[in-house]
């Protein structure tokens, strides 16, 4: 089987998202897909990694090999623990530099990094068993967790898919009910991004996946169609709107207030799904099947998913500094003359960083016949499937 490249392609567009959203108040994150709905680019990205993780890793499951993929699997999780802890160390690092050089320390208080400064013993023990939950570096711990799960989820989907799925949808629904989550240390509450409910949007994809790789397609239904496009509709007039608090109070595995995404509640879970079924059945897909290659750049960030993501976190937090620290703009987008300039070199520059570095790991890796092979082994590759926010 070929590399699909709309998969890289969809996993490309959500790093730039990613990247666009977690510098804060600048002028382009009013555009990215969020302010329309109620689901963001997260969201996406780990239906995607599901899909890519049961191309990748569930052909050798079924085929006998059960043992080497599950070794691959380990392997990742290790890789993603390294990566884990080094962009956490570089994030703090820069954060204390700009604390050190602009002399304001208060940069080290919000997003939990407080506790770096007051708790740092506690803190370093929180990094280290993954349980410090702080802001643009909470969502490797959770897919960690995941690929932890991935062959308990692949030995049901061996039985049968649809079991795979029951038991996705149980997990969900009891942490919703009885609050289960992984505890934040040194902090309290538990993690940001609950590894125990938003493990059902990666089951959603791994089963698409799955489905993908037999040739097997969603059943299409006329009506379905049109109430996910009214869904969606219906879903940014009311972010756009600012209409939240129109509504009752409602639990949040049920409803959102704004973008907790602790919970993933059910209608932004119906959200997330509305876009994909509307996708798949729209001209968009078959367009991109003769149009993308694997050169193109979009498709490149998407191939290169751990490194490109974990560039782009550093490069948000630095260009959270200089936005908010050294020009002393808001995190409210503004629009004034100063605000259009640096927003638009701040996102220009760090998306001209992730495109050469996406172009660069091409070059250095295997030569194009190489890669095709190995592409037609691995369709996605167990060192390209990592999830982003």
Request: net charge positive; with cysteine.
């Amino acid at each position: 089987m070929t590399r699909d490249y709309r998969i890289d392609f969809f996993r490309g567009l959500a790093l730039i998202s990613i990247f666009v959203n977690h510098i804060p108040g600048n002028l382009y994150s009013n555009f990215t897909h969020r302010n329309f709905g109620l689901s963001d680019a997260a969201e996406i990205f780990v239906l995607l990694a599901g899909i890519s993780a049961a191309l990748a890793y569930y052909p050798r499951f079924v085929s006998g090999q059960s043992g080497q993929a599950v070794g691959r699997i380990s392997k990742r999780i290790g890789t993603l623990y390294v990566a884990h802890l080094a962009s956490i160390a570089c994030g703090f690092a820069i954060y204390a530099g700009a604390s050190l050089w602009l002399d304001q320390p208060g940069l080290m208080i919000p997003d939990e990094r407080h506790w770096i400064v007051e708790q740092p013993v506690r803190a370093l023990a929180g990094i280290g068993m993954l349980t410090y939950q702080t802001g643009n570096f909470n969502i490797l711990p959770m897919y960690m967790v995941m690929m932890a799960m991935l062959p308990l989820i692949m030995l049901l989907a061996r039985i049968r898919l649809s079991l795979a799925l029951a038991a996705s949808v149980a997990l969900w629904a009891i942490a919703n009910a009885w609050r289960l989550t992984l505890p934040s240390f040194p902090g309290g509450g538990g993690w940001y991004f609950n590894p125990f409910t938003w493990q059902l949007l990666f089951v959603i994809g791994f089963v698409g996946g799955v489905m993908l790789r037999r040739g097997d397609r969603l059943a299409f239904s006329r009506p379905l169609y049109g109430l996910a496009i009214a869904y969606l509709v219906a879903s940014a007039i009311l972010v756009f709107a600012h209409l939240w608090d129109y509504f009752p109070t409602l639990p949040e595995w049920v409803w959102l207030s704004g973008f907790n995404k602790s919970w993933v509640g059910f209608f932004r879970l119906l959200h997330v799904l509305s876009i994909a079924y509307v996708v798949i059945y729209s001209p968009l897909p078959a367009m991109l099947a003769g149009w993308l290659d694997q050169g193109n750049w979009i498709v490149r960030l998407g191939r290169h998913t751990l490194p490109v993501f974990w560039t782009g976190t550093i490069l948000s937090v630095t260009g959270h500094i200089i936005r908010e620290s050294v020009f002393g703009l808001p995190n409210d987008p503004t629009f004034t003359a100063t605000g259009m300039v640096l927003d638009t070199v701040l996102i220009g520059v760090g998306l001209s960083v992730l495109f050469a570095l996406a172009w660069y790991l091409d070059w250095t890796g295997p030569a194009p016949k190489s890669r095709q092979r190995l592409e037609a082994e691995d369709p996605i590759g167990p060192r390209r499937a990592v999830p982003a926010e």
